[in-house]
C-alpha cells in the first residue's frame, strides 16, 4: 500500500517511520532541502509529559486582555482582519473553563504517555543520540500565589498517571543546583520521568533511517493542490521549486502533516479544521561557564520560558503569538521577544551564557517557528470525511513531546489497528462503554 507523507517535520518523519516498519511503500514530500528545518527546528527541546496543560483555562481570558499590548507577553493576541484567527479565537474561550481544561489534559496526558513509550522504542531500535538528558523537568516559579495554585496543576497530572510533585525551593535547588543564584525562586514542581533533547537531530538522523528502509523523500517541493474525485482523495499536485517541475502523485493514502499549513491545504477539498499558527521563539546560547549550566531541563513560570542543555549550549524557548503566518525575525515586535529571552537568562543564570545580541558582538541564534494550535492544544489525529486523506496536525507547543506517538498511532490506523490509549482519534469514535485501551474503533 502506498502513502504519501505530506511535511517532514518530527510528526511527518515518525508517520513515515512507523508505516514503513509495517511495510507501507512512503513517499515524504516537504519544501524544504532537509527534515526538521521549520517548526521542528528550533524548539524548547522538552519532552514534557508532566507539562501539558492547555492553554485555554478559565484564567486566560483576562490575562489575554492584560499582555495585549505588551510586547514581551507570554500569550500575545493580536486581532487581525483574518476569520480563521477571530474563529480560532472565539473557539479558544468557549474551552476557557475547568471543566474543558481537565476534559483537555486527560487527552493531552493519554498521548504524551504514549509518545513518550514509542520514542523510548524508536531511540532503542535505532540508537539515535541527540542530545538526550534523562533528567527530569523541573518548574520553577517567583510568585507565591503561582506557587501555590502549582499544587492543584500537579494533583491533576498525578489522577493522570503523572507523578509531577511540588518541592520547595531547596529541594528544587537540590535537584538543580544552577538556579542558586536567582533568588527570587519561591518553588516549584518536579517530574523526574520527563526529559529533553533536540527534536531537529532526532527528527533528521531518522529521516536518514526511513531512506535507508526505501522510503522516499521529494525535498524541496512545495505542495499546491489535493485533487478529490467523488469523496475520495485522487491526487497531491507538488511542485519542484528548483526546476519548476509538477508531478500529481497519487497514493492509496495521503498524510498532511503540514504543521499550521495543514489546514488551508485541506480547506481545497472541504476539510475544515481550527488550526492556527502561534509563533514562537527561541534563542540558543553558547555556554560561556558549562560547570555552572543546568542539567534539568526548566520552565521559568513568570515569562513562560522553557530552557534545556544541548551539550555546550542553552536553548530558551518560549511566548506564544497569534497572529498569522508571519516567521519573521524583522518586526520590532520579533526583536523585543527575542531581546526578552536574552535578558532572562541573564537574570535567571548570570553570567553563564553568552546572551550578548548581535550588535554587541554575540551569536545568541534566535530563531521563530509557526506552532500549529488548535483551541484545545489537542492535535488532530485520523481521517477526514475524504477518504483516503488523513491528518496528523495540531500540536502546537508538543510536536516534540507528542511526535513518536503522534507518528506510530497514525501508522496503526492507517493499517487497520487500534492504537492502545485512551484518546478521542479524529474521524473515528469508541465501541460503546468509552475508550478502553484496547477497544475498537468504528468510523464516524
Known sequence: MKTLVLGAGIIGISTAWHLAERGHEVIVVDRQPDA???TSFANAAQI??????????????????????????????????????????????AQCNDAAFERNVQQLVALGAYSHAALKDVVAATGIAYHRLERGIAHFYTDQKAFDDAA?????????GVDRKVVGRDELLAIEPAFRNFDRIVGGTYTASDESGDARVFTQKLAQLCAARGVRFLFGH??????????????????????????????????VACGSYSAPLLRQVGV?????????????????????????????????????????????????EVSGYDATLDSRLSQ?????????????????????????GGDPRFWS???????????????????????????GTLGWTHGAGSGKA??????????????????????????????????R
Open 36 to 38: 526538521a528545518l521549520e
Open 48 to 93: 514534557s509529559v508532566s507539562y501539558c496543560e492547555p492553554w485555554a483555562n478559565r484564567h486566560a481570558p483576562a490575562k489575554l486582555v492584560k499582555w495585549m499590548f505588551r510586547n514581551d507577553a507570554p500569550l500575545l493576541f493580536r486581532p487581525r482582519l483574518d476569520w480563521q484567527q477571530w474563529r480560532w479565537g472565539l473557539a479558544f474561550l
Open 152 to 160: 492543584v496543576a500537579a494533583g491533576l497530572m498525578q489522577e493522570f
Open 222 to 255: 512545495d505542495v499546491e493542490r489535493l485533487e478529490k474525485v467523488g469523496g475520495a482523495i485522487d491526487a497531491v499536485q507538488v511542485r519542484d521549486r528548483a526546476t519548476g517541475r509538477v508531478q500529481r502523485l497519487h497514493a492509496s493514502n495521503v498524510v
Open 272 to 320: 475544515d479544521l481550527p488550526i492556527y499558527p502561534g509563533k514562537g521563539y527561541s534563542a540558543t546560547f553558547k555556554l560561556k561557564k558549562p560547570a555552572d549550566a543546568p542539567f534539568v531541563s526548566s520552565i521559568d513560570d513568570e515569562v513562560k520560558v522553557a530552557m534545556s542543555r544541548l551539550g555546550d549550549e542553552l536553548r530558551v524557548a518560549g511566548t506564544i
Open 336 to 360: 523585543d521577544r527575542c531581546r526578552m529571552l536574552a535578558e532572562r537568562i541573564e537574570k535567571v543564570l548570570p553570567g553563564v551564557c553568552d546572551t550578548r545580541l548581535p550588535e554587541e
Open 369 to 395: 517557528g509557526l506552532r500549529p494550535a488548535t483551541p484545545t492544544n489537542i492535535p488532530y489525529i485520523g481521517r477526514t470525511q475524504v477518504a483516503g486523506l488523513w491528518v496528523n496536525a495540531g500540536h
Open 410 to 443: 497514525m501508522a496503526e490506523l492507517i493499517s487497520g489497528r487500534t492504537p492502545r490509549m485512551n484518546f478521542r482519534f479524529h474521524g473515528f469514535e469508541p465501541a460503546k462503554g468509552g475508550f478502553a485501551a484496547d477497544a475498537e474503533l468504528s468510523l
